[in-house]
């Protein structure tokens, strides 16, 4: 028995043993997601990178990748193919249900800039509205993107012919340059207004002393009715610069929402202490890019069609009562209504249980009153109506135990005293007779 204790308490002390290593000792496997973020220096880049950073700090389990992309299309299909885990694309990106929505980052506005141009020899190039581009050259992002498309949206919605005006595909930064060279009167971006390269753009045409200015895309609320993944917003006066506002006043235009997106199958777990590290380490985020303040469940405000990952699903949802927490007021209604059900059924029960025992001790009290008549009777004729009284009192008693109307125990008690009865009238009817005789 000795062995037997002793094997028994080794055994215990060497689990105890693993599982502290387990806990204390054990270094977590950090696991790597690649993340297709846009090209390099665009605030969607910018921004995941950023995050990468905070997951170094605050995570033990996982780390970003980041990659370049040339648009949301292209990261779509790399998801698809299994060569990347998440990506950052536009909420108007064509994407199957096997993608999911892990968070919307910010908003991309539509961006349509022209120069400023003061003297009288150049007034007539300047434009305040769509249909002034045209006999206009426009820098325009390349084609087959999504900001392309974007830009064609709001040509086709103001039905300004194409070959009204001279459109240049490029990429930004050779656009940006064709702009301050002079070579274009206006270009055409989709960005957030926090955009390091819009930033750096705008800060160069200071620089150069070249006026710029928003053109406004008014019928942005319009936009929205034919393509609902749309939102109508507006660029604040004094937006870029409050000394001499950028823009003059409230620029009117459309936007879309930059959104994370991964596989259906992505790990729940990793893709949950993703959104834990953004939302819980918000502040320092917010010290190294203040374009983060804009992340948030894409659940608020509708913009994603696309379905919430479940990882994502289980931090937002931290905070929501549950089922019996929300619906406490109803159930306890609902518990209150069966347990007066429940108290009338059993009042109702005990009602009828007694009802059926008094019928009982009325049948019993039949048969004590046949029985005391017999003792006191000598008449053959009356003990043989008696014992005929009997036999009708046990077809009754039976009748009523079919119909519940008295209980078990209290058909019991009537057979005994009515087997006691019949003796008794038996035993007087047997004396009469032989009395008569």
């Known amino acids: 028995m000795r062995l037997i204790w002793g094997t028994i308490f080794l055994l215990i002390g060497l689990i105890a043993a693993v599982g502290g290593w387990w806990v204390f000792v054990s270094v977590p496997e950090t696991r790597i997601l690649t993340v297709a973020a846009g090209r390099q220096g665009s605030d969607s880049h910018v921004l995941m990178k950023e995050v990468s950073e905070v997951l170094i700090r605050h995570s ?21 193919r299994g060569e990347i885990d998440l990506a950052t694309i536009q909420s108007n990106t064509p994407a199957y249900t096997s993608i999911n929505v892990v968070a919307d980052l910010f908003t991309d506005y539509f961006l349509l800039i022209s120069q400023d141009y003061r003297t009288a020899a150049e007034q007539g190039r300047n434009f305040d509205q769509i249909s002034g581009i045209r006999k206009k050259r426009i820098a325009i992002p390349e084609s087959g993107t999504e900001a ?140 190294r890019m203040a374009l983060s303040s804009s992340i948030q469940d894409p ?30 007021e109803p159930m306890a209604l609902i518990v209150t209504l069966i347990a007066m059900i429940i108290s009338a059924m059993l009042a109702l029960r005990r009602s009828l249980q007694a009802r059926a025992k008094n019928q009982g001790d009325r049948y019993n009290d039949q048969l004590l009153r046949i029985a005391e008549r017999a003792r006191a009777n000598a008449d053959p004729e009356e003990l043989q109506e008696m014992k005929d009284e009997l036999v009708a009192l046990l077809e009754r008693a039976v009748r009523a135990l079919d119909t519940d109307k008295i209980t078990e125990e209290g058909f019991q ?17 047997r004396r009469a007779r032989a009395e008569y005789i």
């Open 60 to 80: 033990k389990t996982l780390r970003l990748n980041i990659v370049e992309s040339r648009s949301s299309s292209d990261s779509i299909s790399q998801i698809n």
């Open 413 to 429: 008690s009537f057979a005994f005293i009515w087997g006691s009865t019949k003796d008794t009238v038996n035993e007087r009817l």
């Open 148 to 287: 392309n498309l974007s830009f064609w949206s709001v040509v086709d919605h103001y039905k300004v012919p194409p070959e009204g005006f001279s459109s240049v595909a490029t990429p930004r930064q050779k656009g940006v340059e064709q702009f301050l060279a002079g070579n274009v009167d206006a270009i055409f971006l989709v960005s957030s207004l926090r955009d390091p390269e819009l930033l750096s753009f705008i800060g160069e045409a200071g620089l150069r002393g070249i006026p710029i200015k928003f053109i406004a895309i008014n019928q942005a609320e319009a936009m929205t009715l034919k393509r609902p993944y749309l939102k109508s917003v507006r660029i604040v006066k004094g937006a870029f610069d409050g000394h001499v506002p950028l823009p003059k006043e409230d620029v009117a235009t459309p936007s879309l929402n930059r959104l994370l997106v991964t596989a259906a199958d992505t790990d729940e777990e990793l893709i949950h202490e993703l959104v834990r590290v953004i939302f819980e380490n918000r502040l320092d985020l917010l010290i």
């Open 299 to 328: 659940r608020q405000e509708g913009v994603a069609t696309l379905p919430l990952h479940p990882g994502a699903a289980r931090f937002f949802d931290r905070d929501k009562p549950s089922f019996l927490q929300e619906n406490a």
